[in-house]
Nanobody, 119 residues
């Protein structure tokens, strides 16, 4: 079992920044990938960014619309994943969810955090 708790969402003006956090607890030693998804009203949930790691290193993925603006990272010592979001746009408004994938199978979701970009 893995528990994920997101935080850091809120209201920000266009061009502003937010940093989302995803704190993991439980069987964290089995986590080998983490992703951030978002779901806007009336739209399907989409993958925004992900990071996967193994003994040789890590690799990241970003959807085209956030490349150069968002940065995904992790702090293994604190068991926290982050999504740094800069140059935010109104179209980034959504509920953001983190997901953890376990080696050998299985995935867990957080409860979501609202991000609203508006003037």
């Amino acid at each position: 079992q893995v528990q994920l708790v997101e935080s850091g969402g809120g209201l920000v003006q266009p061009g502003g920044s937010l940093r989302l956090s995803c704190a993991a607890s439980g069987s964290i030693f089995r986590i080998n990938a983490m992703g951030w998804y978002r779901q806007a009203p009336g739209k399907e949930r989409e993958l925004v960014a992900s990071i996967a790691w193994n003994w040789s290193g890590s690799r990241t993925y970003y959807t085209d619309s956030v490349k150069g603006r968002f940065t995904i990272s992790r702090d293994n010592a604190k068991n926290v994943g982050y999504l740094q979001m800069d140059s935010l746009k109104p179209e980034d408004t959504a509920v953001y969810y983190c997901k953890a994938a376990l080696g050998g199978g299985g995935e867990y979701w957080g409860q979501g955090t609202q991000v609203t970009v508006s003037s």
